[in-house]
């Protein structure tokens, strides 16, 4: 619903009407990864979307759940292996299509 919310296993569970101890063991063993780990990626990957787009870094580091410029940055560099600035300038050039996940990774 909203990947900028401050969500944390313990708010996800309440969510559902779950214990967090239960909750993170059914979704784990539903999905195959842990939820937080999973909010990162959803994060990740509308933060990739957003700068497609002419929004400022910061406003979209805000969007996607972080209060920290620098913790959003080496949270999507982590990710891609690309600073978001970066990975901007390969999708204007329209180079990040043509890039398979091995080639970012690698």
Known sequence: EDP????????LAKHVGMSRSTFAAAFNKQVGIPPMALLHQHR???AAQLLKRPHRIKEISLQ???????????????????T???????????????????????
Do not use: C
């Open 64 to 82: 996607v759940g972080y209060n920290s410029l620098a913790a959003f940055t080496r949270a999507f560099t982590s990710h891609f292996n690309l």
């Open 4 to 11: 900028g919310r401050n969500w944390s296993v313990a708010t």
């Open 84 to 106: 978001p600035s970066a990975y901007r300038k390969l999708e204007d050039q329209n180079v990040i299509e043509d890039l398979t996940l091995f080639d970012m990774i690698f």
């Open 44 to 46: 990740m990957e509308l």
